[in-house]
Nanobody, 124 residues
C-alpha cells in the first residue's frame, strides 16, 4: 500500500496551491488526512476526510484550506488558499486502513500509512 503525493510548489503570500494524494488501495481506506511539518517543528494535523466525506480542519487552516476527494479518480485533494508564510512546510498525506476506535480524525495515531511528503514554500 502506497501513497503518492503531488502538487507541492512555491507560491507567494495570498496565493493558492492544490495538493493531490493517490493511494493505490483507495477503497480499503477508512479516513485520509493531510499533515505538515515545518523546519524545526513537530508534525501537525491539517485536515481529514472520511469515506462519507465528513471533513475536519485544524484551526490554523479553517476557512483557507479545503480537503476533498474524488472517488472516480481515487484521489484526495488539499486546496491551499490565502497562503501565509507560516504555511511553509512539507505536507504529508496519511491513510487509515485499520480502523482505530476512540481517536479523533486529526490524531496522528489513527493513520497507518504515510506518503513521502511534498514541499510547499510560501514567500512574500
Amino acid at each position: 500500500f502506497q501513497l503518492q503525493e503531488s502538487g507541492g510548489d512555491s507560491a507567494q503570500t495570498g496565493g493558492s496551491l492544490r495538493l493531490s494524494c493517490a493511494p493505490n488501495g483507495y477503497y480499503g481506506v477508512f479516513c485520509m488526512a493531510w499533515f505538515r511539518q515545518a523546519p524545526g517543528m513537530e508534525r501537525e494535523a491539517v485536515a481529514s476526510i472520511d469515506t462519507v466525506g465528513t471533513t475536519t480542519y485544524a484551526d490554523s487552516v479553517k476557512g483557507r484550506f479545503t480537503i476533498s476527494k474524488d472517488d472516480d479518480k481515487k484521489t484526495v485533494y488539499l486546496y491551499l488558499n490565502t497562503l501565509k508564510a507560516e504555511d511553509t512546510a512539507i505536507y504529508y498525506c496519511a491513510a487509515e486502513r485499520f480502523q482505530t476506535a476512540g481517536l479523533e480524525p486529526l490524531d496522528q495515531r489513527r493513520y497507518d500509512y504515510w506518503g513521502q511528503g511534498t514541499q510547499v514554500t510560501v514567500s512574500s
